[in-house]
């Protein structure tokens, strides 16, 4: 019997597939417990439905990152911290103060996350920051550290 998996269950599949289960272990085990409903022409039909749904959201969140990436890569974020006379920040430039600065500075929304720096920022100068916006998409923000 094809049923469609409400759950997923170890060892059998993931939840929304379709797998051949036999009727005894469907009708005594998955119906009763929930975790599964007969994969008929109408549950099939809200199962695509709902396959169709998934991958439209995905594709507008993506051309969201997209236009997010390009909006990054013009611009420059200026960022003032207390330095030394030597150029270097006391205490250092996160992930965080980035994501902070970006808010205020243009309005874009980005979690701190997402934002790949494999340590903080110590100098001065301009640094080149890649931020991981959606699978595949990454956007590069040029960002000036200035002293105060």
Same mark, same amino acid.
């Given at each position: 019997?094809?049923?469609?998996?409400? %759950?997923? !269950?170890? *060892?059998?599949?993931?939840?929304? $597939?379709?797998?051949? %289960? /036999?009727? *005894?272990?469907?009708?005594?085990?998955?119906?009763?417990?929930?975790? %599964?409903?007969? %994969?008929?022409?109408?549950?099939?039909?809200?199962?695509?439905?709902?396959?169709? /749904?998934?991958?439209?959201? @995905?594709?507008?969140?993506?051309?969201?990152?997209?236009?997010?990436?390009?909006?990054? /890569?013009?611009?420059?974020?200026?960022?003032?911290? +207390?330095?030394?006379?030597?150029? +270097?920040?006391?205490?250092?430039?996160? /992930?965080?103060?980035?994501?902070?600065?970006?808010? =205020?500075?243009?309005? !874009?929304?980005?979690?701190?996350?997402?934002?790949?720096? @494999?340590?903080?920022?110590?100098?001065?100068?301009?640094? =080149?920051?890649?931020? @991981?916006?959606?699978?595949?998409?990454?956007?590069?923000?040029?960002?000036?550290?200035?002293? $105060?």
């Amino acid at each position: 019997m094809k049923v469609i998996l409400k %759950a997923d !269950i170890k *060892g059998v599949g993931k939840k929304d $597939e379709v797998i051949n %289960a /036999s009727d *005894g272990y469907a009708r005594n085990f998955l119906f009763p417990k929930n975790l %599964a409903v007969e %994969a008929n022409k109408e549950n099939m039909a809200k199962l695509k439905a709902k396959q169709d /749904s998934a991958k439209y959201q @995905k594709n507008q969140e993506k051309e969201e990152a997209m236009k997010t990436a390009d909006k990054l /890569s013009k611009i420059l974020l200026k960022m003032k911290v +207390k330095a030394g006379e030597n150029g +270097k920040i006391f205490g250092g430039v996160s /992930s965080k103060d980035i994501a902070q600065e970006l808010s =205020n500075q243009y309005g !874009i929304e980005v979690d701190k996350k997402k934002i790949d720096l @494999k340590e903080t920022i110590k100098t001065l100068g301009v640094h =080149n920051i890649e931020i @991981k916006l959606f699978e595949g998409v990454v956007g590069k923000l040029r960002m000036d550290v200035i002293s $105060e």
